[in-house]
């Protein structure tokens, strides 16, 4: 005989509903403010920063995802979708994450040499790849977190979290292009959107 899940109760589902509108709201509001933030900060930098510091980023950021690829399993989709965890879930769902995060950093580390001899007039090219990937570790770090957060339809929590990492990637890159940073402050920048999401 098979057993049938009973069907939800009218007051879990209207629960459901209302969690469900008022997460809309936060994340439509997180994404109007952070839209402002992140617009108001491009154009800072865009008079801050030089073409090339733009340049050497996006190509740094093309090689990143080339080595990001090896993290593409589907394993947090699978995590979400699952009714219940055990702490044991929980744990393999960090270590997976953490450990695949550190597969990136080390194929971004070998192929350092390699980004040298193609790119010889860009002797920082290789050092921004293996920083930038090494970053990802912080999103490794907080991912599984998020991830529950996200099951559990916590969004004001993570609009919040959202509107932090915006608002303090436009403090620091800011601060850090005054001062001449270059490059490094969109690395910044992408390391202050990490640990906020």
């Given amino acids: 005989m098979v057993n049938q899940q ?4 009218d007051s879990e589902v209207s629960s459901v ?6 997460g809309s ?6 994404s109007v403010i952070t ?4 617009f108001t900060r491009s154009v800072i930098l865009a008079r801050l920063l030089f ?7 996006a190509l740094a950021f ?11 399993f589907g394993f947090t989709s699978a995590f979400i979708h699952k009714h219940n965890h055990t702490e044991a879930e929980v744990a393999a769902h960090f270590l997976l994450s953490t450990s695949l995060s550190l597969l990136v950093v080390l194929l971004a580390v070998l192929i350092t040499p390699l980004l040298s001899f193609f790119y010889p007039e860009l002797p920082t090219l290789g050092v921004v790849v293996v920083v930038v990937t090494a970053v990802r570790l912080i999103y490794a770090l907080n991912h599984t977190p998020r991830t529950i957060l996200t099951k559990q339809l916590q969004f004001k929590r993570l609009a919040v979290l959202r509107i932090g990492g915006s608002v303090l990637a ?3 890159t800011v601060w850090l292009a005054q001062r001449g940073a270059g490059v490094w402050a969109l690395v910044a920048q992408d390391a202050c959107f990490l640990s906020s999401s």
């Fill in 35 to 38: 839209l402002v933030v992140g």
């Fill in 51 to 57: 073409p090339e510091d733009f340049g050497l980023f």
């Fill in 62 to 72: 093309f090689f990143v995802g080339l080595v990001e690829r090896v993290q593409l």
């Fill in 6 to 9: 009973p069907p939800p109760l």
């Fill in 25 to 30: 709201t936060y994340t439509i509001g997180a």
């Fill in 17 to 22: 509903a209302r969690q469900t509108a008022v």
């Fill in 170 to 172: 436009l403090g620091v």
